[in-house]
């Protein structure tokens, strides 16, 4: 019983790790995005926490399995790939914290929905700049999914309907 329990637990922390690992770099290139940026902030804190602790637990398994007699090298181990982790996507986590897509101006609105827009954004990295070149522009369409996310995708405004949009003067 208590061997099936630990296997589990350290299936489930094996899960925790891919997926903490997703959201770290597959889940990037997805294009949907936080609504508030202090959701933003606490997600991926909790993500970073849950790696460290994940990536810790897994490696101290594989190792007191391999080695049972040997807990101090196992100790070792999982605390040295779990400061490495702590380390590589810490950096990671702040290049992602400093660039965020911020919203530059509204160029249409939907008529039926006015919460669907098609607006004109530009990656705003903080103290490193940003929205200063043309090429740092970009125009999407937005569509809000629940309250906290929103999905932002590339859109061709010479070829949307005019007769469903309607056009701001920002």
Known sequence: MEQTTLKRTYNIS???ML???FCFTVGQFIPIYFTDTGF????????YILL??????????????????NVSSAWFYSILIGFATL?????WTLGLFFSVWTEASILYVKKDNPKIKIIRR?????????????NDYQIV?????LFI???ETSIDTAKIDRTVWLQRQD
Do not use: D, Q, W
Not at 40 to 47: A, P
Not at 141 to 145: E, F, G, M, N
């Open 14 to 16: 094996f899960l925790i």
């Open 19 to 21: 997926f903490c690992i």
């Open 40 to 47: 933003r902030t606490l997600f991926y804190f909790v993500i």
């Open 52 to 69: 460290v602790i994940a990536v810790s637990r897994t490696i101290f398994k594989r190792i007191h399995k391999s080695r049972k007699e």
């Open 87 to 91: 380390v590589i996507f810490g950096l």
């Open 122 to 134: 530009y990656v705003n990295e903080g103290a490193f700049g940003g929205g200063t070149h043309p």
């Open 141 to 145: 369409l937005h569509r809000p999914i």
């Open 149 to 151: 996310f929103k999905m």
